[in-house]
């Protein structure tokens, strides 16, 4: 055993830096722990009892009913009486009144603010709450974030965000030890398997599927060991849900917002009332305890918002367990203390029970038999694109921030505004789509005023890459309307530069496309040669949105070959006529209508349908069409009478067909061959095939969905092959591993469906699939969808909804989004693959989806300068760094650069990936190995250390707590993990390997 001095000894000698106010700088470990915190902080269960662990905790959203500032602040309270800055104060006030009272707290975004405000003597009093374990730390990412519309990258971020701020303040007495997701609508095992990356014990959830809680509660199943990843070890999980939601027990609720009556303990009143709350209370407990395998319950003691004046909770609290404790003495067997989850799971460690185990997910779920909360994984879609790009604009504004070589004053304090914001985006109501209306339009607000501030930084830091001088500084700025094809600066310039960011680790080719009026246009590359390009066509549905203020009438496209990895490419855009001048692609109207390329072929049929693809000389069945199912329009008096609302989809009977005949148009160049199709006057698509691309791609249109018929509706676009799936399909976890699916079944108990579509929904956040012995389908998504695959061959993904009426889960809105006076305009892309199913050859199909995925989700992100008075071409050639790379090395193909941000102290934070699962190809899914330095040469490495995938601890001090399943012993105890200290090692070695699925995070030193 090392001292504890000699280890800081070693780390000082490391270069470790300590800051007096906000703690360690790099991630802290064991030498720094303050005694009396985690789980040597829990009080101690009785032997023979059943020990009730009371948690008192405030479940507060970063916004849903309100914003984010009005919940912080208390304000609109006739929208909802909640204000987080009184709870977090008050019950610091209560805290400090008895030592054996305990409160947990899970949202950085709302702690950050507060503590931030405080007077120096108030942040001592929290210090030390903390340091003691009165005041828990649990979840601690930046908001509680949704499970099934979120996205892997985004929700590292957002949890190493809030747990930078916490190690930071509070150094390892803050480091939280279980997760705490107790209100999203679902639990994917994805995120099981970033808490077990992140060093966590257990998580703890409320919603579950009621057959499935009933099922569990019947067979002592609510807590399992969770097996939450088919390729990595160590990703076994505690998980416990919850007994009675995350509320307090019926008639305990002793909150200010509550109408349960107080414990009344003097005798002479009439109103008193001791004995019966008391036995009351036994009797729930004892029932509850039916339920578990273990003599330890653990009770909520809160709600949302609760706490705004935590002396009414903790002065009835306090008298709850000393007359409950005091019924010992009668030969009650219940014992009641303040604790925390984490003491709660230490003492369910310490019992040794041999746990079932658990290895699907909790998806769908279901709170009745009408109402599957299935809706959100499509509700809002042009919120869910929006967030999507935000993280995207995320990694480029970190990666740049961190290479630039001069850093601005401002980059930190501009790039803290997008982490900010993007940590709120994956709160449960943020990107699911269902808050109301005026905080949707709020989180809009704060994601482009993040944009703008992280745009400063982009904007400075290419700058400086590209040779900035006082002649010489370009705006970079990007188009943000490109959506519905507009933008300012390439429809209003005869000359632009074009520069692509790849904050890909690999080169990447990309096709370009810019908005542009009709004209000759010369795209000419950083060698001064001319690139190909041709004009298509913008589809009149878009150019006849009413809203559109656009003079573009075409998409200039050009193949952008071999952008550079970590850095860019950049191309001069000018609008003029030579013999190599871009040509216009004319709209063709054809009888035998297909469009393909050297790889494959799509086919229509007579109606206008997309109707077979043909791949590999082998024509197969492929049809497309949208569709739409009616949502049901009820009262909510009673399930059967559900309405389909923000969380649910239930629909009204079957799907319903757009139309029977589509109307199309042509458009045939070298570089892309398209069909526009118009289905009826609001849905409209472009399929089109990019020469030497292997799959197709799918670009739809839908709204303003017509409601005059007082009917909301839920459309979806459903592909229909020959492939006889049997029931089975794939669907991906957070962009992750992919789950198998079978049609009406669940894995651990008998399903009883009453509705059948909206009970085989699953969230769709990258890819969803199916296929047989001989042959694959499967669709990628520029956002996260709603899916399923209803009929053998069918997989559908529902792009839109519209509806009338809310469904009575609390949002108190119908999901009725407007824009412009009318219904929402949705506008996005599908990427179809298609291909034989044999995984003996490499590349498997897939591993083609698997790269398609990585670079559809991090493209390269196109900057615009107007070059007109500022750069000729000439000076472009001559006076411009118009190729960079920060990458000396390209990691191979099936390694990610998941991370490049500036961390603390002039360090860097990195994370890789292997990109591949177990089995998914002969080459790919090897274990690999490349040098770290060869790879970021740019960044000069000194030295690499080691964290857990949340960057807030030593990987070496990393010692999870182990529990028996049947098959498996108990490893360590409690004891052992606590005491075990061993020293930061500081890696010399820049060699690292990967493992299938494998994530592993770095703080680089530089020299």
């Not at 009165?134 to 929700?155: F, K, P």
């Not at 309307?481 to 300012?488: D, E, G, L, M, R």
């Not at 589509?662 to 118009?678: A, N, T, Y």
Request: proline content about 4%.
């Amino acid at each position: 055993m090392v001292s504890r001095c000699l280890a800081l000894a070693l780390l000082l000698v490391c270069g470790i830096i300590f800051s007096a106010n906000a703690g360690p700088a790099w991630p802290s470990g064991a030498p720094w722990k303050r005694r009396g915190c985690g789980y040597e902080s829990c009080p101690g269960p009785k032997e023979g009892m059943i020990n009730v662990h009371l948690v008192p905790h405030s479940h507060d959203d970063v916004g849903w009913l309100k914003t984010v500032d009005q919940y912080y602040y208390g304000s609109r309270n006739s929208i909802q009486k909640a204000g987080v800055q009184y709870i977090l104060e008050s019950v610091v006030s209560e805290l400090l009144k008895d030592a054996s009272r305990r409160f947990i707290y899970a949202e950085s975004a709302f702690l950050h603010r507060w503590y931030m405000e405080q007077p120096r003597k108030m942040q001592q009093q929290v210090r030390m709450l903390i340091d003691e374990g009165r005041l828990e730390i649990v979840g601690g990412a930046w908001s509680m974030n949704d499970e099934a519309a979120v996205h892997y990258q985004s929700v590292i971020d957002q949890f190493t965000w809030g747990l930078r701020f916490l190690n930071d303040t509070f150094g390892e007495c803050g480091r939280p030890r279980v997760g705490w997701q107790i209100d999203p609508f679902g639990h994917s095992r994805e995120q099981a398997s970033m808490f077990a990356q992140m060093g966590y014990d257990g998580v703890f959830f409320a919603r579950l599927d009621y057959q499935d809680k009933t099922h569990r509660m019947q067979t002592k199943t609510m807590e399992t060991i969770w097996r939450s990843s088919s390729n990595l070890e160590d990703s076994e999980l505690f998980t416990s849900a919850l007994y009675n939601h995350y509320s307090a027990p019926p008639g305990y609720c002793f909150d200010v917002l509550c109408n349960d009556d107080p414990m009344i303990d003097d005798s002479e009143s009439t109103d008193y009332n001791v004995k019966a709350k008391t036995d009351t209370f036994i009797a729930w407990l004892e029932k509850m305890a039916d339920s578990y395998r273990s003599t330890n319950l653990i009770v909520t003691m809160g709600d949302d918002f609760n706490y705004m004046n935590a002396v009414m909770n903790y002065k009835n609290m306090d008298k709850l367990i000393k007359y409950t404790n005091a019924r010992q003495a009668e030969g009650s067997k219940i014992n009641v203390l303040y604790s925390t989850p984490s003491c709660y799971l230490k003492a369910v460690h310490d019992a040794n029970i041999e746990w079932p185990t658990k290895s699907d997910d909790y998806f769908p779920y279901e709170t009745d038999y009408h109402s599957f909360w299935t809706g959100y994984y499509t509700s809002r879609p042009t919120q869910k694109r929006y967030e999507r790009e935000g993280n995207h604009f995320l990694q480029v504004c970190k990666q740049l921030s961190a290479i630039a070589p001069t850093k601005e004053a401002f980059y930190e304090s501009h790039l803290t505004v997008l982490r900010n914001v993007m940590g709120v985006m994956q709160h449960h109501d943020a990107i699911t789509g269902t808050e109301k209306q005026h905080v949707a339009d709020d989180y809009a607000r704060m994601l482009y005023d993040a944009f703008e501030a992280c745009s400063a930084v982009t904007r400075s830091a290419l700058n400086q890459l590209a040779g900035e001088r006082d002649s010489l500084k370009l705006e970079w700025a990007y188009c943000k309307q490109a959506n519905v094809s507009s933008c300012p600066m390439t429809e209003n310039s005869a000359n632009n530069v074009v520069l692509l960011y790849n904050p890909l680790g690999h080169s990447s080719s990309d096709y370009v496309r810019l908005p542009v009026k009709e004209g000759d246009y010369l795209v000419r590359n950083d060698r001064g040669q001319t690139v190909p390009s041709t004009l298509i066509p913008v589809p009149s549905s878009v150019i006849d949105l009413p809203f559109r203020e656009s003079s573009a009438t075409h998409e200039l496209v050009f193949h952008a070959e071999q952008v550079a990895p970590v850095g860019y490419r950049s191309y001069y855009v000018s609008q003029e006529k030579s013999d190599a001048s871009s040509y216009a692609a004319e709209i063709r109207q054809e009888d035998n209508v297909s469009i393909g390329n050297d790889y494959l072929t799509v086919h229509f049929d007579e109606n206008g349908f997309l109707s077979s693809i043909t791949v590999d000389g082998k024509t197969h069945a492929l049809k497309q069409n949208f569709f739409f199912y009616e949502g049901a329009y009820g009262n909510n008096e009673e399930f059967r009478n559900r309405s389909s609302g923000a969380y649910i989809f239930r629909p009204n009977g079957t799907d319903r067909v757009v139309t029977d005949v589509v109307e199309l148009q042509v458009v045939k160049s070298d570089l892309v061959q398209e069909v526009h199709q118009i289905f009826n006057e609001w849905i409209s698509q472009v399929v089109r095939v990019y020469a030497g691309e292997k799959h197709v791609e799918l670009e739809w249109l839908v709204g303003p969905i017509p409601i005059d018929d007082g009917t909301g509706k839920e459309v979806i676009s459903r592909f229909e092959s020959d492939i006889e799936s049997d029931g089975a399909f794939w669907t991906d976890s957070n962009g992750r591993e992919m789950l198998r699916r079978v049609r009406n079944k669940r894995e651990t108990w008998e399903l009883d469906l009453i509705e059948p579509i909206s009970g085989n929904y699953y969230p769709i956040t990258a890819k969803v699939a199916i296929e047989d012995e001989h042959y694959r389908m499967a669709l990628l998504t520029d956002r996260a969808q709603g899916g399923s695959s209803l009929q053998d061959g069918h997989l559908e993904l529902m792009v839109h909804r519209r509806l009338l009426r809310d469904d009575a889960f609390g949002v108190g809105e119908a999901l009725n989004e407007t824009q412009y006076g009318a219904g929402l305009v949705a506008r996005g892309k599908h990427w179809l693959f298609f291909g034989t199913a044999h995984k003996d050859a490499s590349p498997t199909l897939q591993a083609k989806e698997r790269f398609m995925q990585n670079k559809k989700l991090l493209p390269s992100w196109p900057f615009v300068s107007p070059a007109d008075n500022t750069l000729t071409f000439d000076d472009y050639l001559s006076s411009f760094r118009n190729i960079y790379s920060a990458i000396a090395q390209q990691l191979p193909p099936n390694v990610n650069l998941l991370t490049l941000e500036p961390w603390k102290d002039g360090t860097v934070l990195v994370r890789f990936e292997h990109l591949f699962e177990k089995g998914e190809d002969p080459v790919y899914s090897q274990a690999v190995r490349f040098n770290v330095r060869d790879v970021l040469y740019a960044l000069n490495i000194d030295s690499i250390y080691e964290t857990t995938l949340g960057a807030n601890q030593w990987k070496g001090d990393a010692k999870r707590l182990q529990f028996s399943t049947d098959t498996s012993a108990n490893e360590i105890s409690p004891k052992e993990q606590v005491e075990n200290i061993p020293i930061v090692q500081q890696s010399t070695d820049f060699d690292i390997e990967l493992h299938p699925m494998e994530i592993r995070t770095f703080v680089v030193k530089r020299r």
